[in-house]
């Protein structure tokens, strides 16, 4: 019966005994689910030695925490992490379970779903309740000309995963108490069909766009100018972090980390530059947050223009050359 | 090695460069679909052509197993004239509307007609629906182990690949035991383009066309009816910024608009 499924769930990702940022953030959206629910907040923690970790997440707003902690289990671990996961969502029937989407969480989530039998959305950029108690989950739809609600009517859990930055890291309360239950699992080698065995880490060449004061961010447009350089000349001149569009990711312009949108990054600078950014919606929810939008785009009819505060009409070839001279004299 | 038999998903979507042309009917709520042309979706041209290369290495099947609407067959054929040797389309009424679970479940009802495969291959996630949950839901239906992200897959004992999977800042090795889906992207392979002789070849091929009741579907899991999730709103947003437009000469407007940022003091 749906009435029986109460509480919001969410699973907390950490790699190497570090919590995620969007793990918190997680925290952040899911407490307002609950409290609107007037249900608990819970999550829960897969590794190995990561009980520091649960009582990070208390401090952030979780409930409870459900902590399963195997040396088996450091690195995600799918069959185990996907198990576990079901067996605890069947014991306590969550309404809602957030997950995170990372390239963990979207390898995660989607089994879990099909061993729940119930309906996962991806990429959602707001979540609601509504009346009658079910979530809302929204995202840009369609070809990205509007807004879609997707709802998930007869089937427990409600599940979505959601990508860092789109909700906010709440504030830490060291004072905050909260339930810690183990979770005894059993396992051994030979359960893990797809078997972690190493995790590289490589630093990132440029300047991450997480917490960026200023983002200079480039698209197709740039075709007309031969390609990036400007943007990261621009980006240089103005010490911010380099960001752009799928078709940007597509040509080799910038790497995944660099993708601003729905299915990239959600960024909230100061300042956000689009050059040659056309600004449809699968790219524009990603910067909606920013405090001055700007863009410099050859056609005036693209939709970019119905989000930025300032915009420059022009071609690119001739306006790049001159904005740069600006930025540099009046630095 | 001994050979593997390899299936490839794949899905006909309309072409990432054209998709700002595609228009949303206002009054039936979903997108007109016929004013953009279709193509095989991106990643799953890697995903096929990383069969091909496999076959090509160690013998076997390449079979090809899509889910669409009739024109979907043209993807089918493509993927012929690259070199598949079967191909298999999903194509019926019933089978519209599905969300990734329904979608999932009916693809697993052919691939369990088909036998003795080794791996499945997948793009990651297709350029429409972006949400590459395909991959790890269809595994779960054949309760076989998946591997997202892959951009490399190498052999290294029977019945086991070792992928690396690409991950944010990083990459993770994982050993897979066989058979099992692996989800691809493009940093894996270049796909072929197919010859002219593979083209031609391609049109004399019979594309098996299967119905719900050839996979003995349950009706109510298929199609929109077996699709837990279901959009019931759709909006434009409110943005509600200034819309500022500068315009003039390219030097006026540059110093215009620095200007404005120091006003502002954002830089």
């Known amino acids: 019966m749906i009435e029986e499924f109460k509480g919001v769930w969410i699973f907390a990702e950490q790699r190497k005994g570090k919590l995620l940022d969007v793990s918190l953030e997680l925290l952040g959206g899911g407490r307002e689910l609950a409290n609107k629910l007037g249900v608990d907040l819970s999550a829960i923690l897969f590794g190995h030695d990561v009980s520091k970790l649960a009582k990070e997440l208390i401090a952030y707003g979780a409930d409870n925490i459900y902590l399963i902690s195997h040396p088996l289990l450091e690195f995600y671990q799918s069959d185990a992490y996907a198990k576990v996961m079901t067996d605890l969502v069947n014991q306590h029937k969550p309404e809602i379970l957030l997950v995170g989407a990372t390239a963990i969480g979207m390898d995660l989530a989607p089994r879990v779903a099909v061993k729940l039998e119930t309906g996962l959305s991806a990429h959602v950029v707001k979540l609601e309740i509504d009346e009658k108690r079910q979530l809302r989950q929204i995202m840009p739809g369609f070809g990205g000309k ?83 350089k400007p943007v990261r000349e621009l980006a240089e001149l103005l010490g911010a972090s380099v960001g752009g569009t799928r078709p940007a990711l597509d040509e080799g312009w910038i790497v995944e980390e660099q993708m601003i949108g729905q299915s990239g990054k959600t960024v909230r600078p100061k300042l956000y530059i689009g050059l040659g950014i056309s600004g449809e919606m699968h790219h524009t929810v990603g910067i909606l947050d920013s405090e001055v939008i700007v863009a410099v785009n050859n056609d005036e009819n693209a939709p970019i223009f119905q989000v930025a505060d300032v915009g420059i009409v022009g071609d690119l070839r001739d306006v790049l050359p001159h904005l740069l001279k600006e930025f540099e004299r009046t630095r | 090695m001994n050979s593997l038999n390899v299936i490839v998903c794949i899905k006909q979507v309309p072409d990432p460069q054209q998709l700002s042309k595609i228009t949303l009917d206002p009054i039936r709520k979903t997108i007109r679909r016929e004013d953009v042309p279709a193509v095989i979706n991106p990643l799953d041209k890697h995903a096929l052509e990383e069969g091909l290369r496999i076959r090509d290495e160690y013998g076997g099947r390449v079979t090809v197993v899509s889910m669409g ?199």
């Not at chain 1, 909700?167 to 080698?189: L, N, Q, Y």
């Not at chain 2, 500022?244 to 954002?266: S, W």
């Open chain 2, 69 to 267: 609407p009739p024109q979907a067959e043209l993807a089918c054929r493509e993927a012929l004239a690259m070199g598949a040797d079967e191909a298999i389309l999903l194509c019926d009424r019933a089978f519209a509307g599905a969300d990734t679970l329904s979608t999932s479940y009916s693809l697993s009802l052919a691939i369990k007609r088909i036998e003795g495969f080794n791996m499945i291959l997948c793009g990651n996630e297709t350029v429409d629906g972006s949400t590459g949950q395909v991959p790890p839901q269809l595994a779960d239906f054949l309760n076989i182990p998946h591997v997202t992200r892959a951009r490399r897959i190498e052999f290294t004992k029977e019945k086991t690949a070792r992928v690396e999977r690409s991950i944010e800042y990083g990459y993770m090795v994982v050993e897979v035991t066989l058979p099992a889906i692996i989800a691809v992207t493009k940093e894996i392979n270049v796909p072929r383009i197919p010859t002219v002789s593979g083209i031609l070849e391609a049109h004399q091929r019979e594309v098996k066309v299967w119905a719900p009741k050839d996979i003995e579907a349950e009706e109510e899991r298929i199609g929109l009816a077996g699709s837990p999730t279901q959009v019931v709103d759709i909006f434009s947003p409110e943005i509600g910024r200034k819309g500022e437009i500068l315009r003039g000469e390219p030097e006026e407007v540059a110093k215009l608009l620095v200007q404005r940022l120091h006003e502002l003091g954002v830089i």
């Open chain 1, 146 to 228: 509007v807004m879609a609600v997707v709802v998930c009517p007869n089937r427990r859990p409600q599940m979505t995963t959601v990508r860092p930055g789109v909700f906010r890291k709440p504030a830490r309360d060291e004072s905050r108490r909260g339930d810690i239950v183990k979770v005894e699992v059993d396992i051994t080698e030979d359960d893990l069909r797809a078997r972690t065995i190493r995790m590289v880490e490589e630093k990132p060449r440029e300047k991450p766009l997480e917490g960026a004061e200023i983002v200079v961010a480039g698209g197709w447009g740039m075709r007309a100018v031969g390609g990036f």
